[in-house]
């Protein structure tokens, strides 16, 4: 019996599957000499050996930005099904804020003015730092479109 061998070239926005055309989704793929099947643009192929060639529509690389920039807690994560880190960033921002709002409550009491108030300061501030640092560095990732979605396949880009 011979084995069927399927060689997968990834050519930028592209793939190539050295098989017979019959796999080949035909809206979203055109099938050439018989035995290659290029996928369009917007398409891919995922996972690499499926059954339907051409059928994985990729995610777009300026809404992700979008997502990520305007609300800036992990929303543009969450489209692309990076889940770790989208829910990991709103974890962290919702601990941010409420650092902030115990160090604002504890600012006002009277009480325990100086000694609580400080550490939830020092507290809130390091966790405000590390969450801009964060963004700024998603910002420059998702436009330069570093980022690939969860199933490891290239953002469509802009």
């Not at 543009?76 to 804020?97: D, R, S, V």
């Not at 300061?121 to 969450?131: K, N, P």
């Amino acid at each position: 019996m011979v084995k069927k061998i399927k060689i997968v070239i990834f050519l930028s926005f592209l793939i190539f599957s050295f098989e017979d055309c019959s796999k080949c989704e035909i809206k979203n793929g055109e099938c050439i000499d018989n035995n290659i099947c290029e996928c369009k643009e917007k398409y891919s192929t995922y996972p690499h050996d499926a059954e339907r060639l051409c059928s994985y529509k990729k995610k777009l690389q300026w809404i992700a930005f979008l997502l990520e920039a305007i609300p800036s807690f992990g929303i543009g994560h969450l489209y692309i099904k990076n889940y770790g880190f989208g829910i990991g960033k709103l974890i962290f921002w919702l601990i941010t804020w409420l650092l902030l709002i115990l160090m604002r409550y504890f600012s006002v009491q009277r009480e325990w003015k100086d000694e609580m108030a400080l550490k939830f300061g020092l507290l809130s501030s390091l966790f405000t730092t590390v969450l801009i640092i964060w963004y700024i560095t998603d910002l420059i990732l998702f436009g330069l479109n570093r980022y690939t979605d969860g199933n490891n396949i290239d953002l469509y880009p802009w």
